[in-house]
């Protein structure tokens, strides 16, 4: 079942345009790098970001949004637990990012599925 990987970021203040820039291009860049090693092969299936330019009240500072899919719950561990490129973008943007959001979900799963 496909995850939804959604993450919403508000930038330190100390970031510039041209920081912000080179941030938001590793994190799509991501697409391009992450590879399963037990098969080689790139395993984020889409990857997309950009401004936020909501015109409801509810952006709590948050500045930029990003939409990636994975295949699958397991694509979506390594991503998060394991995967080396984004334990490096980790790093890159420590003390950069103010607040990060993320919420995952399978689209049309409204509940918990258990077993
Ligand atoms: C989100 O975008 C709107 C429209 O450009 C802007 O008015 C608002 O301040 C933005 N929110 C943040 C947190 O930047």
Do not use: Q, V
């Given at each position: 079942m496909t995850i939804v990987h959604i993450v919403l970021f508000q930038f330190n203040s100390t970031v510039d345009a041209a920081a912000t820039d080179d941030i938001i291009k590793r994190m799509l860049a991501l697409k391009d790098q992450c590879v399963?090693?037990?098969?080689g092969v790139l395993y984020i299936k889409s990857s997309i970001g950009g401004l936020n330019n909501s015109?409801?009240?509810?952006?709590?500072?948050?500045?930029h949004g990003f939409v990636v899919e994975f295949e699958n719950v397991q694509d979506r561990n390594y991503y998060v637990n394991e995967d080396s490129y984004h334990k490096a973008f980790q790093a890159f943007t420590y003390g950069k990012i103010e607040k990060v959001r993320v919420i995952d979900f399978t689209p049309g799963e409204f509940r918990e599925v258990h077993g």
């Open positions: 399963r090693p037990d098969t015109k409801e009240k509810y952006s709590d500072g948050l500045t």
